[in-house]
């Protein structure tokens, strides 16, 4: 008992009333602002081609949320081979894009590692619809509580941006659910956690 007290010391849930639509509707605009891609880059381990964050339109880490948007080309070298009838993006990679986004709020949210990595300990994601070239993504990404235990559970939420048939039906009749949906719990080790896996 008296261990889990002081495991979870400081924990705080969060910004479980937020969605995808508050996100970039009520609170994007209203934050600390743009953050670029080559300022990204400053937090995350991952380069080209690996890389999935374009630029964050706006954020507020300390109240743990972010508005990023991703840009979708068919030069991106995925799409030599997925597919040559119908391209579109993989969701795997779908995942690791968003998940970047995820993994900056952590970082930000938690302080710099000073030799520790992030891992995820779990992403349970749900699609909504396949991704073609040429359509660009609003992410909303916010945490689930403050990362006290160097641990935190994030909700992460992509949309094509102007695609219409989320609210209103295509001419089969069909909606559709964003093009991605997940929960993930992240976590910051020391290296020798995992000792023996060759990192």
């Known amino acids: 008992m008296l261990l889990n007290f002081a495991w979870n010391f ?3 849930r969060m910004n479980e009333d937020l969605t995808f639509d508050k996100v970039l509707n009520e609170l994007s605009g209203t934050g600390k602002g743009m953050i670029s891609h080559t300022e990204c880059k400053t937090y995350l381990r991952h380069g080209h081609p690996c890389l999935g964050v374009d630029w ?4 507020d880490f300390e109240a743990g949320w972010v508005h990023a948007v991703r840009g979708i080309s068919i030069s991106d070298p995925v799409f030599a081979g997925h597919f040559d009838d119908a391209a579109m993006y993989p969701g ?5 894009d968003i998940n970047q986004i ?3 709020l952590f970082t930000a949210m938690t302080g710099k590692m000073n030799g520790e990595v992030t891992a995820f300990k779990n992403i349970n994601s749900d699609y909504g619809h396949p991704i073609p070239p040429g ?4 992410f909303a990404v916010w945490a689930l509580d403050n990362g006290a235990n160097k641990t935190m559970t994030v909700r992460l ?4 941006r102007d695609f219409p048939y989320y609210d ?16 993930s719990e992240i976590v910051r080790a020391k290296r020798r956690i ?6």
């Open 10 to 12: 400081g924990y705080e």
């Open 56 to 59: 964050i339109k706006d954020h």
């Open 92 to 96: 795997t990679n779908l995942t690791q």
């Open 102 to 104: 995820a993994t900056i």
């Open 135 to 138: 359509c660009v993504l609003d």
């Open 157 to 160: 939420e992509g949309k094509i």
């Open 168 to 183: 209103q039906p295509n001419k089969y009749g069909l909606t559709f659910k964003p093009a991605i949906q997940v929960t």
């Open 194 to 199: 995992y000792d023996g896996i060759w990192m």
